[in-house]
């Protein structure tokens, strides 16, 4: 095939956005239509952080347009030496903003000037209104381009940005903004910047909230924790290492479990960083050095033995932080983690010399830990070398293809449905787990419980790749593990504690894409000779609308289809629904999980009626 000059095609800043969109937001699923908001949100944040806004309005409306108003600066709207208004060059072009010399922000989560264009250039339509001079400015941009002139449409003694988009259909998979993302998010940005106002208005669901925190990232691991039995009152570090400020909340709980926040410029980094890596050093560092200063015979332990029953949010702001990717998923200065670890190995060391009772449960606590650590890699080593001889549980039918890619792993509840599966399924690719009964509650149980239980034996051993921090993606022996259970009350008991579980100890299945919940019919319609199947109450309302009176089966459970249906409407590629498991924000996950499996049952009941009106199947 002939390459010549001619085949050398240059695009211009915007069509690049369009044609290559995940380059700029991380893809064109959920995740970077949320993208696209928090691009717009921060940039009302980054006028927070600069002294000049405590008031941002954020508002999901009918039309599935998203607005973000702010009481800021204002985009300035002079001509600018290009030739056009100032807010038409930052609107249109990337690589153009005011974040690149300190003159404007000292700290920002926007760095590459490319937020607000990416938004624009993805956005079937985007209206921005500027107050600013007294006058209100207007100009109107359909994927990208300016559709109006930068107009003068009213007077005002204020000043503040509105931006007004609705996301390109022809770009993402999904247009429709999500309430519980969105308010997560505005949630953690008012912990994240106290003394900030946040309004989220939600016009197609009559809905309003108000974020708002006084003490901040304090208020934050209070929530965080909020269920759990904390070991202490929680540690607060807030100092500024030349241009670096550090802040940072922690708290040992009685929990297995870790949940540990890096942020940047508000930004957060979900793959953590420097600033991650800096704080785990300082504390183990800390921790230690107490240990062998007052505690005999004391055995050191590790940044493993640290992380057990850890809360902690690690919050820096950086005038020139270095992100790896656009999406700033990880912090990347070195100077970050010197400042940071000298930071918190002081002052968590005097913290602990003013609270010796505090300090002797954190180190009863991590010594705890070092112990259970030592015998649970025992009782792994044990759990490896028993499947390493081929020891498979017993009730697995597996398939016949080698190709991990291809194969499917479906954990069924009870032997009748396991039976019908392992019938209805194509024996090449399809395997199937029976599990008996529900399995462990592993939030309330300890690992040593949990490595001891049958069920979660038998689903490790399947899947072959181990569990906990020896969970090893690479080893997964199926590319499909779809948890398939009754379309009832204890189905999705038994299918939320396999999820509880999946994201303790195998987190990577879910986060790699590996993880599905299968979707059954609700129910069987008959008319004449012909049958539909029908996923939910809605649908089996539109159907009976359009064929009129017909023969309704409800389904209750799996062992209800012979194993005909079973494949036709729940196991065959062609026809079933899938549902992916995915961590749209981990520490959302860590609140729900805590609350709905957690000990508290106050805050489980609360939870509960919150949410009642949002049920839409309730068996009883």
Avoid at 48 to 55: E, F
Avoid at 61 to 77: C, K, L, W, Y
Avoid at 467 to 487: E, L, P, S, W
Wanted: aromatic share 8%; proline share 3%; hydrophobic share 35%.
């Amino acid at each position: 095939m002939e390459y010549s000059a001619e085949h050398i095609e240059v695009l211009s800043d915007l069509e690049a956005v369009r044609k290559r969109p995940g380059m700029y937001i991380g893809g064109i699923g959920i995740r970077g239509l949320h993208h696209l908001l928090w691009e717009v949100v921060d940039n009302a944040i980054d006028e927070a952080l600069a002294g000049y806004c405590d008031r941002i309005k954020v508002v999901l409306h009918e039309d599935g347009s998203a607005s973000v108003e702010d009481n800021g600066r204002g985009i300035p709207t002079e001509r600018h030496r290009l030739g056009k208004s100032a807010l038409e060059i930052v609107m249109t072009k990337l690589h153009a903003g005011g974040k690149f010399s300190k003159k404007a922000y000292k700290v920002s989560g926007g760095l590459h000037g490319v937020g607000i264009s990416v938004v624009n250039a993805l956005s079937e339509w985007l209206e921005v209104y500027v107050k600013r001079n007294g006058k209100v400015y207007y100009q109107r941009y359909e994927r990208g381009k300016p559709v109006t002139e930068l107009k003068v449409v009213g007077e005002t003694n204020e000043t503040g940005t509105l931006v007004r988009f609705k996301p390109d259909e022809e770009i993402f998979e999904t247009t429709e903004f999500r309430y519980d993302i969105v308010a997560h998010r505005l949630k953690e940005l008012a912990f994240l910047t106290k003394g900030v106002r946040i309004e989220l208005i939600d016009e197609r669901k009559n809905k309003r909230e108000v974020f708002y925190s006084e003490n901040g990232i304090l208020d934050y691991i209070k929530l965080l924790n909020k269920g759990k039995t904390k070991l202490h009152e929680p540690i607060y570090i807030h100092e500024k290492v030349n241009d670096v400020e550090i802040e940072i909340a922690l708290q040992f709980t009685d929990t297995d479990h870790e949940v540990v926040l890096g942020y940047a410029n508000n930004i957060h980094n979900d793959e953590g960083g420097t600033h991650v890596v800096g704080f785990r050093a300082g504390l183990t560092r800390a921790i230690n050095e107490y240990g062998r200063k007052h505690i005999k015979k004391y055995t050191p332990i590790t940044g493993l033995d640290v992380r057990e029953g850890l809360t902690a949010i690690i919050s820096v702001k950086v005038p020139e932080p270095q992100f790896e990717g656009q999406t700033k998923t990880k912090l990347s200065n070195s100077e970050v983690k010197t400042a940071v670890e000298s930071v918190v190995y002081r002052r968590v060391l005097e913290w602990m010399e003013e609270n010796p009772d505090s300090a002797s449960k954190i180190i009863e606590k991590c010594q705890t830990t070092r112990r259970a650590r030592e015998a649970a890699k025992r009782a792994r080593e044990l759990v490896k070398k028993k499947s390493e001889v081929a020891t498979l549980p017993g009730k697995l039918a597996d398939c016949s293809s080698r190709n991990p890619a291809e194969r499917e792993l479906f954990i069924v509840e009870g032997e009748s449905a396991g039976g019908s599966a392992k019938q209805a399924r194509d024996r090449r690719f399809q395997a199937i787990l029976p599990i008996r009964g529900k399995i462990i509650n592993v939030e309330k149980a300890g690992l040593m419980k949990v490595l001891k239980n049958e069920e979660v034996k038998a689903i490790i051993s399947a899947i072959g790749a181990g569990m906990g921090k020896d969970f090893d993606i690479n080893r997964i022996r199926y590319g499909k593990v779809i948890i398939m259970t009754d379309a009832d009350v204890d189905g999705a008991h038994i299918r939320t504690l396999l999820l509880t579980f999946f994201y303790r100890y195998m987190k990577p299945l879910i986060e790699y894409g590996h993880l599905y919940i299968a979707q059954p019919p609700l129910y069987r319609v008959k008319k004449g000779k012909k049958t539909y199947y029908v996923y939910s109450d809605s649908e089996l309302e539109d159907l009976l609308k359009r064929i009129g009176d017909a023969e309704v089966q409800r389904y209750k459970g799996l062992g209800e289809m012979n194993p005909e249906q079973l494949w036709e409407t729940t196991m065959n590629p062609q026809n079933r629904i899938l549902i992916k498991v995915t961590i749209e924000d981990a520490s959302m996950a860590e609140e729900l999980i805590t609350v709905l499996m957690g000990e508290d049952v106050e805050d489980r009941r609360k939870f509960i009626i919150e949410h009642s009106k949002e049920v839409r199947n309730l068996d009883v």
